[in-house]
């Protein structure tokens, strides 16, 4: 069943929603050359003991760290380790969540360690944003959860790859309702798969975290022997971005977007709902 948010419901996960944006600034500032990504996570462990907010992330099936950190061909759900040295040239995907008063926020982006990082990955990082806002734009009453994937797969599909092929957009992991749990019906696919059908129809409340996974190659994955590690099945390196997204009587507001996501959404010719917090 899908979780329908009343208006006040969907203020406090604004409330959260703004404590991730201010972890995704906090680790992007230090996610310079030379740092851990157990650094990292210890930035994200401040950012949310002064907000008063807990992580949706540690413990969570086991998880033993507070953010993820995905660093070059690993696609999702990275642990941060004291090994893992940032270098010049890397990238890294940094996925975070925060609890507040019972309600989740979840957001993801993708970061340049350093300088001289290759046009291709400038690139793949930049459809892999985009078509994530492609799939909030689709975010309007009426529409249905296909019209979501459908917009994030076109926008895919459409941006031609430095080097020819095409990008591989990730099967085995998607988007995914949000509320008072991270992970919550329904799953969204960043491509259409016609067997699913259409999917349940985007009403006030309804609440998504939006969030393609793209690479420079294959759309498969495999799980490393830690039980979490995602990598390309080629070596390949790939982008991860995502943000929560709910959906109001005057259209969608971006919860983990510091602006609600005013201007991305104008770029759309989508007005962002009202925020909640001004």
């Given at each position: ?12 996960m604004?409330a ?24 990292l ?12 907010a ?25 642990i ?7 270098k ?10 925060a ?25 793949l ?5 985009e ?6 734009a ?8 296909v ?8 926008y ?24 008072t ?26 609440c ?6 793209v690479?420079?190659g ?61």
């Amino acid at each position: 069943m899908v979780q329908i948010k009343t208006p006040e419901q969907i203020a406090k996960m604004r409330a959260a929603g703004l404590v991730v944006a201010a972890i995704h600034a906090a680790t992007r500032e230090a996610a310079v050359p030379g740092a851990t990504t157990r650094d990292l996570d210890e930035v994200a462990r401040k950012v949310l003991a002064e907000n008063g907010a807990k992580s949706n992330f540690l413990g969570y099936g086991g998880f033993p760290a507070t953010i993820c950190t995905s660093v070059n061909d690993v696609v999702v759900h990275g642990i941060p380790s004291d090994e893992v040295v940032l270098k010049d040239g890397d990238i890294i995907s940094i996925d975070c969540g925060a609890i507040v008063d019972g309600w989740h926020g979840d957001a993801a982006y993708t970061a340049f360690v350093g300088s001289g990082h290759a046009p291709e990955l400038v690139e793949l990082s930049r459809v892999t944003e985009e078509s994530m806002w492609a799939g909030i734009a689709a975010m309007k009453l009426g529409n249905r959860l296909v019209d979501v994937s459908r917009a994030i797969e076109t926008y895919i599909r459409r941006q031609p790859k430095p080097g020819g092929g095409r990008y591989g957009i990730i099967e085995d992991y998607g988007g995914h309702g949000i509320g008072t749990e991270m992970h919550m019906d329904p799953h969204l696919l960043n491509y259409v798969d016609r067997r699913r059908g259409k999917g349940p129809k985007l009403v006030p409340g309804f609440c998504l975290a939006i969030e393609p996974m793209v690479s420079l190659g294959t759309p498969r994955t495999a799980v490393l022997e830690d039980e979490w590690t995602v990598i390309t099945t080629d070596g390949t390196w790939s982008s991860h971005w995502e943000h929560s997204v709910a959906l109001t009587e005057e259209g969608p507001l971006v919860l983990t977007s510091v602006d609600g996501g005013r201007a991305k959404l104008a770029e759309h010719g989508v007005a962002s709902a009202p925020d909640p917090f001004g």
